[in-house]
Nanobody, 126 residues
């Protein structure tokens, strides 16, 4: 099982980035996928999650309206489009997969996910 995140980098405040996470070794269209982030000295926090089909999404209040999570099941890939970035968005971003079959996609706890990617650094300069 591998979750390979990519797309991070250095961007100016107000700019945009798109993160990708490609999954192998799992049945991708049966996974709820999420993005989390962790800033230096802080705990890992929930960013967004998307349902199996991509039809349902859920966001942290801090990113709602600026970030968009989506998925392409044909490519086994989940995306996080990040717009209007600010310094508070600086963090290592992690993708995560939850294979548990249950209702709802508001899965905001780290403990709810079974698999994690290695993280990709996003740095926003002000």
């Amino acid at each position: 099982v591998q979750l390979q995140a990519s797309g991070g980098g250095l961007v100016q405040a107000g700019g945009s980035l798109r993160l990708s996470c490609t999954v192998s070794g799992l049945t991708f269209n049966k996974l709820v996928m999420g993005w989390f982030r962790q800033a230096p000295g802080k705990e890992r926090e929930f960013v967004a999650t998307v349902s199996w089909s991509g039809g349902s999404t859920y966001y942290a209040v801090s990113v709602k309206g600026r970030f968009t999570i989506s998925r392409d099941n044909a490519k086994n890939t989940v995306y996080l489009q990040m717009n209007s970035l600010n310094a508070e968005d600086t963090a290592v971003y992690y993708c995560a997969a939850d294979r548990t079959v249950r209702s709802g996609i508001a899965r905001v706890a780290v403990s709810e996910y079974d698999y994690w990617g290695q993280g990709t650094q996003v740095t926003v300069s002000s």
